[in-house]
């Protein structure tokens, strides 16, 4: 069974990375802060969810029925027919005494 790094060894592991990384050369830029959410020199206009006004939205409703109304049609139209009923045949019963042990049997009409 493979044992689990602990947080401790994982952190440990990402440093001695980084190390070794500006050891043969690396370097680490410094960037602003909010410089990485930048699209051509501006901030991204699709993450910026709750700044724009609210746009109007157009009701569904009445496509949402057409819909639902075809979706009954289909169910309709694709139902089986009931299966036919079986007529009931009478069942065997045994009947016990006190004891536990069988006196009769009878058959019984449901």
Known sequence: MKKHRSKREIREQLDQEVQDFLDHGGSVRQVDRGETGLVDGRYNDRSLGFEKPREARTPLSDVMKTLDQRKEERRQNNRRPA?????????????????????????EDD
């Open 83 to 107: 299966a036919p009923t079986r007529a009931k045949k009478p069942r065997k019963k045994i009947i016990y005494d006190d004891f536990g042990e069988p006196l009769r049997v009878i058959w």
